[in-house]
């Protein structure tokens, strides 16, 4: 599971040019997902070899000015509950503000480590004025430059240095086993789903200790199931949310889905799928986890012999490319095909696991791509010559060619289609990658 780091700050001192300078460059970016919540917030980065998540708190403070000390003071206190590191953000050009001033009183009491970024230090008078954020009692202010990267290095060095070390000593037994969140937006039957299977004909291990803030990772073995149900659902009422509720659960689902093999994603069916369905299930894709998509309260949908077939076909479409996906429609109320949920997700997760064998693999594509070969660009042409599975923890593939740069989007979705058609690998997202021969 990758670190996390939220970047907080009053608004207009430049927190989303500061997100985007950080998963924009070449040199650190991995992956980025837009349109996690109300406008790109989420992005995964890499730095000297270390991947974190980066949250970025800007873009929810609305109305009038009288209303921006409350908003950006719950943003604040929901970031430090979930990050790793926080990055305070500041504006050099106009200094300390009273806003400034009550963002500091909340981190000096977090035991989290904060990092004050002096953000428009673009010349050298400007770095001096940085000394003056001294004053919030957050330690030493390191002056940046959003805009053009300046100070960004040495700044994520020292950033990288606080994550926390991995234990030393790790439960070998429980991490052996799979581990299966359940992730979905707000009151889609997560805690209800949780609740029926850790009820009353439970048979449940000790609970050990959770690896997400809030969160138990309880190990469930009963029915001839054995894995690790990590419970992050129903962790914090709505009332105590409020305009935040949507931030909060992109936090609590980045949280969950990192730290899983197979992601349970469920789905209101009275509500339909909506774009933050598609966004969580594009967020665990991105992450490269197993998933599983559970339509929840079906015995409160009116029906006919054609409606699971619709609603299916909708879910499809919308998640298309990536639609080898198990779909289940379920009770968790009557406890309707809470099992049959089990069972597509193990199956996801040995889906997940699958090893293809080189020799095979060459023989089946072999064919493959004598009938189907690249198309031709600029009058060169593509010859595919090799194929392996890496020794990703995920299924990924690279391709040897003659000329892996000339080969598009369209072609390697066909590749990937002939490997899902020949292999069983329903759950799980396919990496493939093209190298030069």
């Known amino acids: ?16 040019t500061f997100f985007n300078r950080l998963v924009g460059t070449r040199d650190a970016i991995v992956d980025e997902f837009s349109g996690v919540t109300r406008d790109r917030h989420y992005g995964k980065s890499e730095w000297i070899g270390k991947e974190f998540s980066i949250i970025d708190t800007g873009g929810y403070v609305t109305g009038s000015d009288d209303v921006f000390e409350d908003e950006i003071r719950k943003q604040v206190q929901l970031a430090v509950e979930e990050a790793d590191v926080i990055m305070f953000v500041v504006d050099t050009m ?3 503000t009273d806003m400034d001033n009550d963002v500091a009183n909340l981190l000096r009491k977090q035991d989290r480590p904060v990092f004050v970024v002096a953000n428009k230090a673009d010349t050298n008078d400007r770095k001096m004025d940085a000394s003056e954020f001294y004053a919030m009692g957050l330690g030493e202010p390191y002056p940046i430059s959003a805009m053009n990267g300046s100070g960004t290095g040495d700044l994520l060095d020292e950033v990288v240095a606080k994550f926390p070390k991995p234990q030393s000593d790790p439960d070998e037994d429980a991490e052996e086993l799979p581990r299966i969140s359940v992730v979905g937006r707000p009151n889609a039957g997560k805690s209800s789903f949780i609740n029926a299977l850790t009820g009353s004909d439970r048979n449940i291990v000790t609970p050990v200790s959770g690896t997400t803030r809030d969160s138990i990772d309880t190990h469930y073995k009963a029915y001839g199931f054995d894995f690790t149900l990590v419970d992050t659902a129903g962790l914090r009422k709505k009332s105590k949310v409020h305009d935040d ?5 992109v936090m609590r689902s980045i949280r969950s889905i990192e730290s899983s093999d197979v992601c349970i994603l469920m789905i209101d069916a009275e509500e339909g799928f909506h774009s933050q369905d598609l966004n969580i299930f594009s967020l665990v894709a991105k992450n490269n986890k197993a998933v599983v998509i559970l339509v929840n309260k079906w015995d409160l949908i009116e029906k006919d012999h054609q409606t699971a077939k619709k609603f299916e076909k909708l879910i499809r479409s919308r998640i298309n490319p990536f639609d080898d996906v198990e779909i289940i429609f379920t009770s968790v109320l009557t406890k309707q095909r809470i099992h049959k949920s089990l069972d ?30 690249p198309p031709a660009v600029k009058g060169k042409y593509i010859k595919i010559k090799y194929v392996t599975q890496l020794p990703t923890k995920f299924p990924s593939f690279a391709f040897f060619a003659n000329l892996p740069q000339y080969v598009k989007e369209p072609y390697k979705r066909f590749l990937e289609n002939k490997l899902r058609e020949q292999f069983d690998f329903t759950g799980t997202p396919l990496r493939i990658f093209m190298r030069k021969k």
């Open 245 to 249: 509720l949507e931030f909060y659960s």
């Open 344 to 373: 597509a997700a193990i199956r996801a997760y040995e889906n997940r696991k699958r090893r293809i064998k080189t020799s095979p693999l060459n023989d089946y594509f072999q064919a493959v791509i004598a009938k189907q070969p």
């Open 94 to 96: 106009t200094g300390i």
């Open 1 to 16: 599971m990758s670190n996390m780091v939220a970047i907080v700050g009053r608004p207009n001192v430049g927190k989303s």
